[in-house]
Nanobody, 114 residues
């Protein structure tokens, strides 16, 4: 079945960096776009970045443009989120997903605090 396993979160100070990874299984990874979502404490999950499957085209929500980079490795069925210049408002759980699958992993926790 479709499965997403996120990893790479941690606790960092403002301005530092983290790289998140998500390994997918159960579907032809290279044929689907991949997305990263952020769920801040007490808030709903929100889309932050997308990478396409045709030419690796990318999309970012305004709040992360210039700081986050999404990329994929089809040979490893893995999507990455390089997070630079982290801010306290980036704190929360990060999930990956691919439409149209309504399947969610456990997420990986990112905490940014002085």
């Amino acid at each position: 079945q479709v499965q997403f396993v996120e990893s790479g979160g941690g606790s960092v100070q403002p301005g530092e960096s983290l790289t998140l990874s998500c390994t997918a299984s159960g579907f032809p990874f290279s044929s689907y776009s991949m997305q990263w979502y952020h769920q801040a404490p007490g808030k709903e999950r929100e889309l932050v970045a997308v990478v396409g499957h045709v030419n690796d085209a990318t999309y970012y929500v305004d709040s992360v443009k210039g700081r986050f980079t999404i990329s994929r490795d089809n040979a490893k069925n893995t999507v990455y989120l390089q997070m630079n210049s982290l801010k306290p408002e980036d704190t929360g759980l990060y999930f990956c997903n691919s439409p149209p699958f309504d399947v969610w992993g456990q997420g990986t926790q990112v905490t940014v605090s002085p």
